[in-house]
């Protein structure tokens, strides 16, 4: 399949004079690992339903591998889905409710879902009406990692797992990559998008601001660098092209911030008698807080 | 000291609880009460011309003595006077209505919204679950306390004797609190809202069966002490007055309430007195795809209305015979019966018209209910899994809709069965076939109320169970109110009712049968189509 796994074009969502979606284009290529960041309120549940036919664009159009995501009954033998707050049909088993999503779902591997179960510490002898948060989630979980569709779609899937779960989680994406599924991950967790995604869309207030690898995103923003020297400061490091904020942080030690390549700074400490050099990229909550740092009104 | 500016401590956070708890029973509140004062008030405003025939009174009155009329209608007392008429004529049906409502919107409103998750932020506020539960009960029993009110002010205003009237409205506000009472402790001993609604639905069933097995057999009158509904009877409006019934309707309502108020502060929350199952052997049968799951999930609602359906409709079978013989025996009742609104009850097939015909009401309201249920579903977000695996919406719906119209056939067929076997036990000669086909012929009202239900699905979603009920229950509540004040033809044959063909006394008529039908697929197209387009809640 050439066709990119997940493809939106122009996909807007007002409610009334509301604009949840703002013209949102984006595309996602088959086997890559996408995180979709953003605020509570961004616009991430309401393009996941969009994506998945459950809610009408006013405009603009997605598709799953090129068909049109409206036509729910093709579009979903393409993927499976764990919505941000599962809600399980109380009466019914753990069981019952993995038995349902396999027989009514887009293929499922048992052996594997049965491997699933043992991993995330699932009871499936239980009504779902006992079920935790974090249960519920398993099962939601469970059911679409046991799939061999060619795409997951996770919204906020691991807000209530515990650590040691959150761990499995990871893996599961991991070895779903390694299957060739796409994975379409929306979340809070930081640390999770970072430790998994390859590529990651930012969005705000209903429009995407940023969609960029990993890689790009660090590159993008400012790194921290810190430099331990003998004898003289580096001089004229503060008219460097990409150097910000120089400051004194004890003897013979310096740091500054640093965006785009590194090369005019590197030249400029090259005149000081360098002892030690340290560069620590942003992290992925460094970068999403210089995004929405001041939005959040901290 | 110091004060936190801004900082806000209500003086009394239970009055917001009361507030919470009365903006969740407004709405189906004012409907009921309304309902509630103004069948009364028609029927009593009508009394006159509809008795305007000295004889007619003389007649009606001389019915009382047959025990089948006594057992389907109520101990008639007082029917030469307009607020005893009024009594036997809309008491039940009043008094049924108001303890269903007030079941329902008790287990809605306390182990429902438990159930839900919604009480455990209410409750990690400074109001303990005693008060809580207190508080809801009392906000429910404002509605039944206004309805007795709104019903002795009606029969006042009627020009009623004022005993009677007081009696009458003291005797179904206390029935309303009874059941509020009833519904309020099953919430407290079950921990699940389905099993807490069943359990009061069955005390309501229950006493109306004693009631009418109690007004029908003189040696089982004591068995009306043990039923609402029969203390109720006993009072006795408009004749002896008795108010020890009511006493005792008041005490058992007291007791039950102060039980319930007290279970609650010995549970957990979202826990009850009886422990919910912890675990079970998956039944993996009927999963296999939405249709099956759809009618894996009728199943069980099925059964309980089936039984409630077919306990009814055995006793109309075992009590046609003594009714029909009666009115054959005595040619002018059954001249009267037919002023009261019921025609042809001389002979059996007559009879048994007349009453399959008021099947389409509990079946059409069955539809309803479901398709509320498949909207609940929804808005709970438990068919959001379902609405992401490669199932198409018309699918979704359409499983939905078949399990529904597969469940109100097997209701009608169980009531058809039953009232063949009553009669057939007690020696009478209905077919099996004519009393199928008298059952059978009320499906095209319960098709149009599925089909209202389906449309409003389709497009107004919170609308789906009102919608429902319009057919049936609303066309019969048109009939009903157009025939007693003597509305123009139109409005009484906007309800379906009025072109039904009396089956088995007469053949189906099938131009009837097949425009309803017709119109209901009509609706349940047009609720297809909105279903395809619009988005999903929750």
């Known amino acids: 399949m050439n066709d990119p796994a997940l493809r939106a074009v122009h996909l807007t969502k007002r409610y009334g004079r509301v604009t949840a979606l703002d013209d949102l284009s984006l595309d996602v290529p088959a086997g890559e690992v996408f995180g979709f960041l953003g605020p509570n309120g961004a616009g991430k549940s309401t393009t996941i339903r969009m994506l998945l036919g459950l809610a009408r664009p006013t405009s603009g159009r997605a598709w799953i591998f090129g068909t049109d995501a409206t036509d729910v009954a093709r579009a979903h033998r393409l993927l499976a889905y764990v919505p941000a707050d599962v809600a399980l049909w109380p009466h019914l088993t753990g069981a019952e409710i993995l038995h349902l999503q396999a027989s009514t779902g887009p293929g499922t591997d048992l052996a594997y879902r049965d491997e699933l179960v043992e991993r995330f510490a699932l009871d499936t002898a239980k009504p779902a009406r006992t079920y935790s948060t974090g249960n519920r989630q398993k099962v939601a979980l469970v059911a679409a990692f046991a799939t061999r569709a060619p795409l997951l779609v996770l919204d906020e899937p691991t807000s209530g797992l515990d650590p040691l779960m959150e761990r499995e989680f990871r893996t599961a994406v991991r070895q779903a990559r390694d299957r060739g599924q796409t994975v379409f991950l929306s979340s809070h967790q930081l640390d999770e998008v970072e430790a998994v995604c390859d590529r990651v869309a930012i969005l705000r207030a209903g429009q995407l601001v940023e969609i960029a690898s990993m890689e790009q995103l660090r590159g993008l923003r400012r790194a921290e660098v810190t430099v331990s020297y003998t004898g003289a400061p580096p001089p004229g490091l503060g008219e460097v092209p990409g150097v910000e904020s120089v400051e004194q942080v004890g003897e013979g030690r310096l740091r500054f911030s640093l965006v785009g390549a590194p090369a005019p700074a590197l030249r400029a400490l090259a005149a000081a008698d360098v002892r030690a050099l340290a560069i620590r990229e942003p992290s992925l909550e460094e970068i999403f807080l210089d995004y929405y740092g001041t939005a959040a009104g901290r | ?538």
């Open chain 2, 1 to 538: 000291m110091t004060t936190a500016r801004g900082l806000s401590v209500p003086a009394a956070p239970g009055r917001a609880i009361t507030g919470l708890a009365l903006r969740q029973l407004r709405r189906t509140g004012l409907i009921v009460l309304g309902l509630t004062a103004a069948m009364p008030a028609l029927v009593a405003t009508t009394y006159d011309s509809v008795m305007a025939d000295p004889a007619a009174a003389d007649g009606i009155a001389r019915l009382a003595g047959n025990p089948a009329i006594r057992t389907l209608f109520g101990e008639p007392v007082a029917l030469d006077r307009a607020g005893g008429f009024t009594v036997w004529r809309v008491g039940t049906f009043v008094a049924v209505l108001l303890a269903a409502w007030a079941i329902l919107a008790t287990t809605r409103i306390t182990r429902g919204e438990e159930d839900a998750g919604r009480w455990d932020v209410l409750l990690a506020s400074r109001v303990p679950l005693p008060e809580v539960a207190a508080r809801h009960l009392a906000a429910v029993m404002i509605v039944p306390v206004a309805a007795g009110g709104a019903v002795a002010a009606v029969l006042l205003l009627a020009g009623t004797e004022p005993a009677g009237a007081v009696v009458h409205g003291a005797g179904i506000g206390l029935l309303g609190l009874f059941f509020v009472a009833v519904a309020g402790l099953a919430a407290q001993v079950f921990p699940v809202r389905a099993s807490a609604t069943g359990a009061a639905v069955a005390v309501l069933g229950g006493g109306l069966l004693a009631r009418m097995i109690g007004d029908g057999l003189t040696e089982l009158g004591w068995l009306r002490w043990l039923s609402p509904f029969g203390l109720l009877a006993l009072t006795e409006p408009y004749a002896r007055n008795d108010v020890l019934p009511l006493l005792v309707l008041l005490a058992v309502a007291v007791v039950l309430g102060g039980a319930a108020i007290v279970a609650a502060g010995h549970r957990d929350v979202r826990g009850g007195l009886v422990a919910a199952a912890a675990g079970r052997r998956s039944r993996l049968v009927l999963l296999g795809s939405v249709e099956a799951f759809a009618v894996r999930r009728v199943l069980r609602p099925l059964t309980g209305w089936a039984l409630g359906v077919g306990a009814y409709y055995l006793l109309i079978g075992f009590t046609t015979l003594s009714v029909t013989d009666f009115l054959t025996d005595n040619p002018a009742f059954a001249a009267e019966a037919a002023r009261a609104g019921f025609t042809a009850l001389g002979a059996v097939e007559g009879f048994t018209a007349t009453l399959f015909a008021l099947l389409a009401l509990p079946v059409g309201g069955f539809t309803a209910v479901r398709m509320s249920a498949f909207v609940a579903a929804e808005t709970g977000r438990q068919l959001t899994l379902s609405a992401a695996q490669p199932v198409s919406r018309f699918r979704l719906l359409a499983a939905e809709v078949a399990a529904a119209t597969g469940g109100a056939v097997v209701l009608v067929t169980v009531a058809g069965l039953a009232v063949w076997a009553g009669i057939a036990a007690t020696g009478g000669g209905l077919t099996l076939l004519a009393a199928l086909a008298g059952a059978w012929n009320t499906l095209p009202i319960v098709l149009l109320s599925l089909g209202a239900a389906t449309c409003a699905t389709g497009w107004t979603p919170r609308a789906a169970g009102v919608a429902g009920s319009m057919p049936a229950t609303g066309g019969f509540l048109l009939l009903v109110i157009a025939d007693s004040v003597g509305a123009p033809a139109w409005v009484r044959e906007l309800s379906p009712f009025a072109h039904l063909a009396p089956v088995p006394l007469a053949g189906v008529d099938w131009s009837v049968a097949l425009a309803m039908t017709g119109l209901a697929v009509a609706l349940a197209t047009a609720g297809v189509a909105g279903y395809r387009r619009r988005d999903l809640h929750g």
